[in-house]
Structures are given as C-alpha cells and as structure tokens.
Nanobody
C-alpha cells in the first residue's frame, strides 16, 4: 500500500509563491506517474499537473501553464509543485496522486485512473 502525504500549503497573497511537496512511503515511487489535482469549495476536482516516471515528460492544465512547475526526486520519493504568480482562483485543496499501471499519456488528466491519493493540503490565495 502506498501512502502519499502532502505538505507546504498555506495562506499567501496574490502574486506570491508556494511549494507543495508530496512524500511517498512506497519503495517503488519511481515506477509511478505522479499528478496534482485541486478542488475548490463548490467546484469539481480539477487536474493541475502530471509528471512521468522518468522525469522526461510533464503536462499542465492551461490554467496553470507558465506559473506552476511539477518536478520529482525519485531518490527522496517526493514530487513537488512549485506555484508562482498565485491568483485567488488558485485557492483550493491540493492533492497528489499516483498511477501504478501503464496509461496513455493523453489520459493523464483523468482522475479516475489514479490508484493512490493523498489527503490534501489547503492553499489559500488572498487578493
């Protein structure tokens, strides 16, 4: 069983930055495709970013492209989400997720394909 634990959330002013971390307890972290999703109150869960197993490919939602950067350190079993130029509309609970099976990269934004989820960390951006 894989456990994912997020950290790094908090309250920040618009235009500021935060760095989220997601630590995995599994010894096979490097075999997982990792993703970040978010959910704001009253809204559906939204894909944010994903990164391939080998750190060769990344994919972003249009709403965060150019502002957010996903990265991973397989030696530390950790995936990161660097968030810059934050906007009030970025306010949400952010959760990391892991895919153990092989999936098409074109489906990487599909939440139902992810096998493991963290509990989430709150990000609040004030205007």
């Amino acid at each position: 069983q894989v456990q994912l634990v997020e950290s790094g959330g908090g309250l920040v002013q618009a235009g500021g930055s935060l760095r989220l971390s997601c630590a995995s307890s599994g010894r096979t972290f490097s075999t997982y495709v990792m993703g970040w999703f978010r959910q704001a109150p009253g809204k559906e869960r939204e894909f944010v970013a994903a990164i391939s197993r080998s750190v060769g490919s990344t994919y972003y939602a249009d709403s965060v492209k150019g502002r957010f950067t996903i990265s991973r350190d397989n030696a530390k079993n950790t995936v990161y989400l660097q968030m810059n130029s934050l906007k009030p509309e970025d306010t949400a609970v952010y959760r990391c997720a892991a895919v153990a099976k092989n999936i098409r990269w074109t489906s990487i934004a599909t939440a139902s394909l992810y096998d493991y989820w963290g509990q989430g960390t709150q990000v609040t951006v004030s205007s």
